[in-house]
């Protein structure tokens, strides 16, 4: 057994192979990193493989205040850091896709590729008419902000975790340590930061200007992806999930295997190591908008893999598959198993070549897969 810690708690995980590029591999809304073990055997001769823990799972810490999507990305941020990554391949199944996704948003260049695998992926409900996101721009420079405030603005836009939450040790830096941080990623907006940075200016021009002033909370940000497109209305706040994941880990488990099933009895012994309060935290503020928008706009290599037969999230249609893979056909390959639930990595053989493909092919377009998802000429 192999753990760090972050901010005080403990985050448990395995390793295998000596050598090699790593790859991270993250579980989902059910188990622990235990599953991921064949996984781990087939790729350790070529690449150094982790599977981690995230809060309320397996051996990593139960507490509530982690529980949040910030937490989680801090964990595997704080993760990567700790043991000298600055770039890995993850590969993460249902909320760990959750998870990856919202982690690769926001520092893209510390994720080689990425593959989600079962991850929450919904019609919004407005595909006819949802606007494609564009990636964001640098902010133009002739305007009437100060230096100081692009620069305040620019620091405070890198925070993924909301204010004034418990894993966020960035929100009580006093300025001048906040602007030592180095800028990864500018285009990466996080509105609460934003708003902290603005209120901050403010209060500095009202002691300026010898006004009293009672300082407001900060805003509690709900955990969701950074906007990254105009909103398209009520319906970007669309969350299937939730009704999903109004269960307990046992109730989820029994979807998926019949008790009759060996993967059963060993995930059932996973899960008696969790927190079934986690659930509460995993569906919050999910928008199925927001993620097709955020999938769009990866620029690492991504291999998005679904069972064709998963009972918790259903496979996702032609429209959405072309919703996500227009105009980067080549960087994101939707690939449907037939006949596989929601853990391929314990139903399909073939799920273990395809990860080899995924990691060893420099063009993740000439993967062969018979049963790989390809857009229709039209």
Request: with cysteine; proline share 8%.
């Amino acid at each position: 057994m192999s753990a760090i810690t972050v901010d005080g708690d403990l985050v448990h995980y395995e390793v295998l192979g000596r050598g090699g590029r790593p790859v991270i591999l993250l579980h989902g809304w059910i188990g622990s990193w235990r599953y991921w073990i064949p996984t781990m055997r087939l790729l350790q001769l070529k690449f150094r493989v982790y599977a981690l823990d995230l809060f309320g799972y397996g051996d990593s810490s139960k507490n509530t205040a982690k529980y949040n999507m910030a937490s989680q990305m801090r964990l595997l941020d704080q993760f990567m850091k700790q043991l000298g990554m600055p770039k890995a391949a993850i590969l993460a199944h249902g909320y760990g896709a959750q998870v990856a996704l919202n982690f690769a948003a926001q520092y893209p260049e510390r994720v080689a590729r990425l593959m989600l695998i079962s991850a929450p992926i919904f019609d919004p409900g407005d595909l006819a008419v949802r606007v494609p996101p564009e990636p964001a721009k640098p902010a133009e420079t002739q305007d009437d902000t100060t230096t100081a405030e692009k620069t305040i603005a620019s620091a405070a836009s890198r925070s993924p975790y909301p204010a004034n939450d418990p894993g966020d040790d960035e929100a009580d830096k006093t300025l001048p340590s906040s602007l030592r941080e180095t800028i990864r990623n500018p285009n990466a907006i996080d509105r609460a930061a934003l708003r902290r940075a603005a209120a901050y200016l403010a209060e500095q021009r009202r002691i300026e200007e010898n006004k009293p002033s009672v300082r407001a909370a900060a805003p509690v940000e709900p955990d969701i992806l950074p906007a990254t497109a105009p909103v398209n209305g009520e319906k970007d706040a669309h969350n299937p999930l939730e009704s999903i994941l109004a269960n307990d880990m046992e109730g989820l488990l029994g979807r998926c295997f019949r008790k009759s099933e060996t993967e059963y009895d060993k995930l059932y012994q996973d899960i008696a190591k969790c927190d079934n309060r986690v659930l509460r935290y995993l569906s919050r503020d999910f928008s199925a908008g927001r993620t097709l928008d955020a999938i769009r706009l990866l620029p690492m290599p991504t291999v998005v893999v679904h069972g064709a037969d998963d009972p918790l999230i259903p496979l996702p249609d032609e429209a959405i598959w072309d919703y996500v893979t227009q105009s980067k056909e080549d960087q994101l390959v939707p690939i449907p198993l037939v006949g596989v639930r929601h853990f391929p990595m314990l139903e399909h053989e073939t799920f273990q070549r395809l990860v080899g493909m995924f990691l060893e092919t420099a063009d993740i377009s000439k993967i062969e897969l018979k049963e790989r998802w390809r857009r229709r000429s039209r």
